[in-house]
């Protein structure tokens, strides 16, 4: 198999199944004061520090790094916990982009239906349309929230920029940033990008799938400026009620460890790789859907001759390889992706579009191999629609 879809999930790193292995032997609480619960409760602590370090948070507290189901999860705590955070609110205004993940889209969705205005900024081409943007941000601005990476296109917005304005106009306002496709890809902490709110998942940096993690700034805390989306006995700090994921947790902290170590030699590595592909999808006949500014080294888009995306991944499927039509957690909506045609791609386009995304663990011979079946599929696919 020719795994080729890595920004919907990754292969799990031997680091972090070793850790995992080892935290399945201690089985206690960690809400426990005994001592099973003291050794889970350490296990826990040291994949903070890891993930804390990984976001260049050095010993966060737990109040300022909480754990999560996955990086859906984290997003919701984020926009809902601020949200709702205060029962009298002057400002009411969200500001997000017309190209979000679903665990945003959707949440913004549930919130017009609460009354919030919620205000998409057009990311035409892979970038955040800065005049909309600062015509739209007001004193009655609550929250921005907005990705880091596009999980579809690469594309990488300059939250760095616009969150930074944005706080220095009005300091009050929420600013949170969905980094789960960033994560451990483009460099960034919580001050570089002036984010309060910051969420990532561990199936994107080789570890395992079922957690997510949620920076809290520690302004927010003292403020009171978020409340928790899941309630219960007050694990987390409060934040996140529902007894930890050890298993998981340990293998996000071992991943993290070994993402943070390995990070500048991953990234060059990564980047070739798409570089070649970039080539050979191009000789194969596919085009490539580039973002006019910043990209991620990991995620290319690229739109076929008049094929259907689903037609194609079957094709390659059959031939043991793996790419994707969009994002994995709405892979099997019906619905056209609203994130291409916001690029700018048109819907038959959008319709003919995949993914190839890459990892560390990936060869260039895999890619020579992927791009002599794209074009075989391509030759043949075409020749039977005409």
């Known amino acids: 198999m020719i ?46 520090e890891n993930v804390g370090a990984a976001l260049g948070v050095i010993r966060p507290d737990p109040e300022n790094l909480i754990f999560t189901g996955s990086g859906s999860e984290a ?46 900024i057009p990311t035409r081409g892979g970038k955040v349309d800065e005049e909309k943007f600062f015509s739209a941000l007001d004193d009655k601005t609550l929250l921005i929230s ?30 949170h940033c969905d980094a789960v496709q960033g994560f451990m890809k483009v460099p960034f902490t919580p001050k570089t990008i ?3 709110l910051i969420s990532v998942s561990a199936h994107k940096i080789h570890g395992p799938k079922g957690v997510g993690a949620l920076y809290i700034s520690p302004d927010i805390i003292k403020q009171k400026k978020i409340i928790p989306y899941i309630i219960g006995g007050g694990q987390e700090n409060g934040y996140r009620s529902g007894t930890e994921n050890i298993v998981g947790i340990a293998g996000f902290g071992a991943a993290a460890d070994e993402a943070k170590r390995n990070i ?10 798409r570089d070649v592909c970039e080539k050979a999808i191009i000789e194969a006949g ?35 390889i793996c ?18 045609l916001a690029f700018g791609l048109t819907e038959r386009q959008a319709d003919c579009t995949v993914r190839i995304s890459f990892s560390e663990y990936n060869t260039e011979e895999e890619i020579a191999t992927f791009g002599e079946a794209l074009k075989s599929g391509i030759d043949t696919l075409v020749k039977i629609n005409h």
């Open 146 to 175: 907005m990705m880091l990476v596009n999980n579809e296109t690469g594309a990488v917005y300059d939250v760095k920029k616009l969150f930074s304005l944005a706080k220095r106009k009005y300091p009050g306002v929420i600013t």
């Open 75 to 120: 997003n919701n705590t984020a926009i809902l916990g601020s949200a709702f955070a205060k029962e009298k609110r002057r400002a009411n205004k969200i500001i997000t982009t017309d190209s979000e993940h679903p665990s945003v889209e959707n949440v913004m969705r549930k919130l017009e239906k609460e009354g919030f205005e919620v205000v998409r």
């Open 286 to 320: 596919a085009e490539a859907n580039l973002p006019e500014g910043a990209r991620a080294p990991h995620v290319l888009s690229i739109s076929l001759p008049d094929i259907k995306s689903e037609t194609m991944l079957n094709f390659l499927s059959g031939k043991g």
């Open 3 to 48: 795994y080729l879809d890595n920004s919907a999930t990754t292969e799990i790193s031997a680091s972090a199944k070793q850790k995992m292995l080892e935290a399945m032997e201690i089985y206690g609480n960690p809400s426990s004061t005994h001592k099973a619960g003291i050794e889970a409760r350490r296990i826990i602590d040291e994949a903070r």
């Open 194 to 196: 002036s984010a309060d």
């Open 323 to 340: 790419i994707s039509a969009g994002s994995a957690c709405s892979a099997h909506s019906r619905n056209m992706s609203s994130t291409l």
């Open 264 to 273: 500048s030699a991953s990234v060059a590595k990564v980047t070739s790789l």
